[in-house]
């Protein structure tokens, strides 16, 4: 969330220093400033999509190796306690 905070802040200082120095220019610069900002706006939110994915990804990722590793030690548990005839082999 952090670093979607900051791309957006950094969007909006873009998008208000682009504004006052467009409000001086004639209509052709003008355009050529929201053209720019444009790009620029669409350069972050492409930004954003990829951190945001990348972030879910990895939360997935960890997700499914937490899984793996508790499945693994349990697995492992019932392995000893069967080894050494345990009553109650769940763990």
């Known amino acids: ?5 900051t ?8 998008v208000t220093a682009a ?9 052709e ?3 050529k400033v929201e053209d720019a900002m444009s790009s620029a706006g669409d350069a972050v939110e492409q930004t954003m999509d990829n951190a ?3 972030l879910d990804n990895a939360g997935n990722a960890v997700e499914d190796t937490m899984t793996d590793t508790g499945n ?3 697995d492992t548990c019932e392995d000893v306690k ?5 009553a109650n082999t769940n763990c």
């Not at 969330?1 to 905070?5: E, L, P, T, V, Y």
């Open 19 to 27: 504004t006052l120095a467009a409000c001086g220019q004639d209509s």
């Open 29 to 31: 610069d003008n355009n």
């Open 7 to 14: 791309l957006l802040n950094t969007a909006l200082v873009l």
């Open 52 to 54: 945001s994915e990348a």
């Open 72 to 74: 693994a030690v349990e």
């Open 82 to 86: 069967e080894g050494v005839d345990a």
């Open 1 to 5: 969330m952090a670093i979607k905070r």
